[in-house]
């Protein structure tokens, strides 16, 4: 990341992307005010705030004086739909009502997930395609996108497909969830590494995304098929006409022309340079 300065609110600091993207938040010089439960640590460099999208005050006192909100909190490993709305949506309102009364000309970049595009696409997912999730993550996540773009704030969205690498053990387990959905093996899917997510975050905290939804995504979809061998897995080969061709292949056409570039471009790169 460039070298940057200015206090910002990291939400999710403790999860599998927020993990990660903290310390190069911090390492690129931003303050970070961290929202966190009870008994979680943090890295050194950033400031813990006790609480969570439901204490006000805590919300409060993590949003004052930030010039940008990261809001990458959200539930979605859960068979709790109720939890799942409450976390994603209802959190986000929170959010955005603090951020309001408090550090009104602050950015807020809310990270959210392509996998909002209608499986049936005609071709891959992009901005400005209609959104038709099935499922209560992403739904929940359209929902949220149009609370913070009715906001009157100075937002951003960006739209992540499947993260993966730094040790995050993400990969590792699509082998059993693409038994479980049923995937055909030649479908395939776009992805991200952790580091590259930290170079989309680079490019919105200095506003060239603002008032945009991005797709964020490396150079190369992926067949699930190659992408189970990787981690060592096997998949049933096939040779049936793939249906929905697109489904979870999104277009990142907008954010290349933003400047944005993957410095990991593929998921082999990753695994050549050891950096799953």
Known sequence: MNKRSGKILLTGATGLVGARLLPRLTEAGWQCNVLVRGGKEVPTGALAIEGDLFNAESLKQAVQGVSAIIHLAAVFRTQDMDLIWKSNLEGTRNLIAAVKEQSP??????????????????????????????????????????????????????????????????????????????????????????????????????GKMDGRIVNITDEAPMSIYELVQLVGGRLA????PLQNPWHLHADASLARSLGFNASVRTVYQAAQQKLL
């Open 105 to 206: 000309h602050a950015r807020f970049i809310l990270a959210s997930t392509s996998n909002v595009y209608n499986k049936n696409n005609p071709h891959p997912g992009r901005e400005d395609d209609a959104v038709e999730p099935e499922q209560a993550y992403p739904a929940s996540k359209v929902a949220a996108e149009k609370e913070l773009q009715q906001s009157g704030l100075n937002w951003s969205v960006l739209r992540f497909p499947f993260v993966y690498g730094d040790g995050d053990g993400h990969l590792e387990m699509l082998p059993e969830h693409a038994v479980a959905a049923k995937w055909h093996p030649a479908m395939k899917m776009s992805t991200i590494h952790h580091r590259d997510i930290a170079t989309a975050m680079d490019i919105a905290l200095s």
């Open 237 to 240: 080969s096939s040779s049936a």
